[in-house]
């Protein structure tokens, strides 16, 4: 189901919409745009209280109630549902196209040919230029939303193109390379260092355009946030520099110059675990283990023990859903190294399992996923319903033992318990 059906879904399930939704219709084909108030009366309390729900106020003493266009566009915009305009909204609700008075339908339409021709022509040359025309032409990411600002404010778009177009070269002036953070980087190019801030217009459209020039590789379970995250550092933009970071044992650096880093050194040579954030790992060139073998594990408490009990191997704490950090960290040291990967047998930590493998093929090793370990160091942690669904999405074939194991046994078993057995001594 896509995210316009799931919308349409979800207000059908909530009916007093189908009356908003009908003069909200009734108002686009007369005035040939969303726009406009429509009135309610006569409502029950229960559809008052659903209508409040979504609405974010409170209409239950309400005789009539007044919902503006706008309201209802800004509710949906701040909602799980951002990415579907309104006009998408009403045409999967009703199954029909929305459809204006003919002449009016005319004019708008040459109105709004020209305001995109003069656009195109105005940023021919510019990599903001090429995106444009690419989405307009395509229908890509970013179509929706680029009309809908346009409904909305076509000045206000047109504001909205040029700092955009103005961040878009600062990215390749500074050749994706000089990692700057986010606030730095919106001042100098736009000279507001919040006009990029999450949930932002602007930041929507500016991760559309670093999208299409930097095509990033997805993990299917990977975060929404970590996505962003990856994509702006693709760019040379660090959205969170400090507080995404990753534990790694037994790493040597070597800077761009070619230089050992000496602080990741002195953690090495005194064997102990370095803490290596976004900022440290931007300044990296090359990363290396002595021994070819890299230990992954997806939990601080197991790393710990791991690495007291092997001090003369080298690992890497992934932390549940891998985050921007230790995937850069494992993608430094991927060529040169062999990963174990062991997690919890769990339906989330068989599905980071998962992605880690699609991620780095035979690179990667699912390390002592057995049926005899899941058995012996089963744990009281039932699974509730909602949990062994999330199996349905678990296909790798060496992840299908556990999987039909915990579908039976319905209970998970955890990594910190399963390192007491001897298995789990590195192998250099």
């Known amino acids: 189901m896509g995210k316009a059906e799931e919308c349409a879904a979800y207000f059908k399930g909530r009916p007093v919409y189908r009356k908003v939704f009908q003069k909200v219709r009734a108002k686009y084909e007369s005035l040939g745009h969303m726009g406009g108030k429509v009135i309610l009366t006569n409502l029950s309390l229960e559809e008052k209280r659903q209508l409040g729900g979504f609405l974010q106020k409170d209409y239950t003493e309400n005789r009539t109630i007044t919902v503006s266009v706008e309201r209802l566009e800004k509710c ?105 953070l986010l606030p730095v980087f919106a001042a100098k190019a736009t000279g507001n260092p919040h006009y990029f801030d999450a949930g932002t217009t602007a930041e929507k459209f500016l991760l559309y355009i670093l999208e299409f020039y930097f095509p990033q590789e997805k993990l299917c379970e990977m975060l929404e946030v970590e996505q962003k995250n990856q994509i702006f550092y693709k760019a040379g933009i660090l959205k969170d520099d400090l507080s995404n970071d990753v534990l790694a044992f037994g790493i040597r650096g070597w800077k761009d110059d070619g230089s050992l880093h000496e602080g990741i050194d002195g953690f090495f040579r005194a064997g102990e675990p370095v803490r290596l954030t976004l900022r440290t790992l931007g300044k990296i060139k090359n990363m290396e283990a002595v021994e070819k073998n890299i230990y992954l594990l997806e939990n601080p408490a197991a790393f710990s023990v791991f690495t007291e009990k092997n001090s003369d191997c080298a690992a890497v704490c992934v932390n549940g859903q891998p985050r921007l950090s230790v995937l850069l960290l494992l993608d430094m040291l991927k060529e040169s190294h062999r990963f174990f990967y062991n997690g919890d047998f769990d339906p989330e930590g068989l599905l980071i399992a998962q992605s880690l493998k699609e991620r780095y093929g035979e690179k990667l090793i699912l390390w002592n996923y057995s049926r005899e370990l899941y058995e012996k160091y089963l744990s009281d942690v039932i699974l509730n319903e909602n949990r062994l669904k999330k199996l349905g999405k678990v296909s790798l074939p060496e992840l299908q033992e556990i999987k039909a194991c915990m579908m039976e046994m319905k209970k998970a078993v955890y990594q910190e318990k399963m390192l007491e057995n001897a298995v789990f001594l590195c192998r250099n």
């Open 76 to 180: 949906l915009n701040e909602s799980r549902f951002s990415e579907v305009t309104l006009e998408n909204l009403l045409e999967t609700y009703f199954g029909q196209k929305l459809s204006v008075k003919k002449e009016e339908k005319e004019k708008e339409a040459e109105k709004q040919r020209i305001f995109f021709e003069n656009l195109l022509e105005m940023y021919k040359h510019t990599y903001m230029g090429k995106w444009l025309e690419n989405t307009l032409k395509e229908k890509k990411k970013g179509y929706d939303l680029i009309f809908q600002q346009y409904r909305e404010n076509p000045v206000n778009l047109r504001e909205l193109v040029k700092n955009i177009s103005c961040a878009t070269e600062e990215v390749f002036r500074n050749s994706y390379k000089n990692k700057m």
